[in-house]
């Protein structure tokens, strides 16, 4: 007897170690603007373990910041609420507002380790260095406006930075990566981020690929070309889907209609044959939380239930088809903090690396990926709340990004149409979302052809 329980003990311990994490984005405030504290972090986590359907498997969470809103430096609250609900956390330090705001990021982490311990260390899956910067220092970012972003080399040393401080910690060795559009990754001049990861983070979103056939019918083989491109370019490094989804409702973009049935194709699609297998984080458990957003990617509405607004089951679904080309496992702890929550997501659009459909040896000549950026302020900006908007649209143009004050916790949103008007300057903590769609034009494709063929 005593020898079947310990094999059975090992049988779990091997299962448990090897298993994909799997869960959604969590944002640091609401729409509202208001921030987020432990009890909605807890509320939030356990509706995701208990969704119908799901036997509790989505127990992981990615977040933006280590900071929580209205202070300086000090950790965020979904720390203990993970703690209590046992929920993984990929973390995120925020890269996108220069040194000073990145060394609070550093400073909430050392705080965390020292105050949590080994509580929370045993729950970091990940620690993301940055999400989206690379996007916003790109041409096309720089066309439109978007949020100040960060150089590959600026990245780099980053990632260094998070190494030598959680050397000789409860989180040594934990494994460390960047999360950016697909369309950076197949960017050579990326290099150095990609050389200095130990996994990258991957964005897609066929929904917005506008410039092409991009039908529910099509998502699926473009979420695979995307993946595969990204494949391609990082030299075999674990690729973990760090953002993608579907809308239930909102705009059409393209032959892409949201609605509920399509978000469920999606789901049982791309979904499915990855979940269990690659590390996945999900967009998104809910983002009208509780203002419903335009398009609105929630597996749930604006109350927070375990009945879904669709079946997440994957029952009846052939997942042999996958192409995921993910690591099955991470290969440290789990953690997490940050700021991404499509209540506080501003979708805004703007030309990517592509040009016409076929460009790029075969990749989308479109990506889109939403990027929210609700953080907090630095020590002489203290954190609060705020709004902001922009609108456009047009040929590789579309709206910017939104921020709301100083340093501020904020949500914003883009409709209409005309030029980029982005309201957060350089120095602030940007909080809007990156939508990225359109067409750079010929000339840009053809470099990128050339890129891909390096």
Request: hydrophobic share 35%.
């Amino acid at each position: 007897m005593r020898g079947t329980t310990g094999l059975l003990a090992l049988a779990a311990t091997i299962s448990s170690a090897t298993a994909a994490f799997q869960g959604f984005n969590y944002g640091a405030t609401f729409t509202t603007g208001a921030v987020k504290v432990q009890s909605d972090f807890e509320n939030e986590f356990n509706a995701a373990q208990g969704l119908a359907g799901t036997n509790g498997a989505f127990n992981s969470g990615r977040l933006y910041t280590m900071v929580q809103g209205g202070t300086s430096n000090s950790p965020i609250s979904a720390i203990p609420a993970a703690i209590k609900t046992k929920t993984s956390l990929l973390l995120g330090l925020w890269a996108s507002a220069g040194d000073a705001v990145f060394d609070n990021e550093l400073q909430a982490l050392k705080s965390a380790i020292d105050q949590y311990g080994s509580d929370f260390t045993s729950l970091v899956a990940g620690i993301s260095v940055g999400s989206e910067d690379l996007y916003r220092v790109s041409p096309t970012g720089i066309l439109n406006m978007e949020n100040p972003g960060a150089e590959p080399s600026t990245l780099a040393g980053y990632i260094k930075q998070v190494r030598d401080a959680i050397s000789g910690t409860g989180l040594k060795g934990a494994p460390i990566g960047h999360v950016d559009t697909w369309t950076a990754w197949v960017n050579g001049s990326n290099q150095a981020v990609i050389d200095a990861c130990d996994w990258i983070g991957f964005d897609a979103y066929p929904y917005f690929q506008d410039t092409q056939a991009n039908s529910i019918e099509n998502s699926k083989a473009l979420f695979d070309d995307a993946l595969s491109a990204t494949k391609q370019a990082v030299g075999g490094k674990p690729i973990w889907i760090a953002e993608t989804g579907f809308p239930v409702s909102g705009k059409t973009v393209g032959d892409a209609v949201p609605s509920l049935e399509n978000a469920k194709t999606y789901w049982d699609e791309v979904g499915c044959p990855m979940f269990g297998e690659t590390n996945v984080w999900w967009y998104t458990l809910q983002d009208a939380a509780p203002d419903t957003p335009n398009p609105s990617f929630g597996v749930i509405g604006n109350q927070l239930t375990t009945t879904p607004l669709y079946d997440l089951s994957c029952k009846d679904v052939d997942n042999s088809s996958s192409s995921s080309t993910a690591s099955p496992s991470s290969t440290g702890s789990s953690g997490g903090s940050g700021t991404k929550s499509s209540a506080n997501v501003v979708p805004t659009s703007s030309a990517l690396n592509g040009g016409s459909p076929g460009a790029g040896n075969g990749i989308p000549s479109s990506q889109l990926s939403l990027e929210t950026s609700t953080l907090t302020g630095s020590a002489s900006q203290p954190a609060g709340t705020g709004s902001g908007s922009t609108a456009g649209s047009g040929t590789g143009g579309g709206a910017g990004s939104t921020g709301g004050g100083s340093g501020a916790n904020g949500t914003g949103s883009a409709t209409g149409t005309g030029a980029p008007v982005p309201t957060a300057s350089p120095s602030t903590i940007p909080n809007g979302a990156s939508v990225l769609s359109g067409s750079i034009g010929a000339a840009f494709a053809v470099m990128m052809a050339a890129v891909l063929t390096l």
